[in-house]
């Protein structure tokens, strides 16, 4: 199960605890099985496994996260903010949806914006293609 947490809601922790947020991005008609995969049975177990360390893992899956009224790029944008430094993209054969106006796909602009436009190193950006 994917932990789905509004943006205005933040994670509180007993002292002593941390809570790491892993921003999972590609196309979403590509890798529904990969993400999939991760929502059901990996990241459960890493949570778990975490949970022994007294650290809280929340998994940010956007695909049911941003509705028709919002602007994509930003809040994808600002939840790729809140998560950093960790960052999972999935790439496939599609480049995905882009939207009006814009020169980059949604997918695009993340991995622009999360890996290949940070300035400041040491981040855990991880791509499976």
Not at 16 to 43: C, N, P, Y
Not at 76 to 98: A, H, N, Q, S, V
Not at 105 to 124: F, H, R, W
């Amino acid at each position: 199960m994917c932990l789905q947490i509004p943006l205005e809601t933040e994670v509180y922790m007993p002292a002593g605890w941390r809570t790491i947020r892993v921003f999972i991005s590609s196309t979403f008609k590509d890798m529904q099985a990969e993400r999939d995969h991760l929502v059901r049975f990996v990241f459960p177990r890493l949570r778990a496994e975490l949970l022994k360390r007294r650290v809280h893992l929340v998994d940010v899956d956007l695909r049911w996260g941003v509705t028709s009224e919002q602007d994509a790029l930003s809040v994808c944008r600002e939840i790729i903010d809140e998560c950093r430094p960790r960052f999972l993209c999935m790439l496939g054969g599609r480049y995905g949806w882009t939207p009006p106006g814009e020169e980059r796909s949604i997918t695009a602009d993340e991995v622009y914006y999360a890996a290949l436009e940070e300035t400041e190193p040491g981040g855990y950006e991880f791509f499976y293609f």
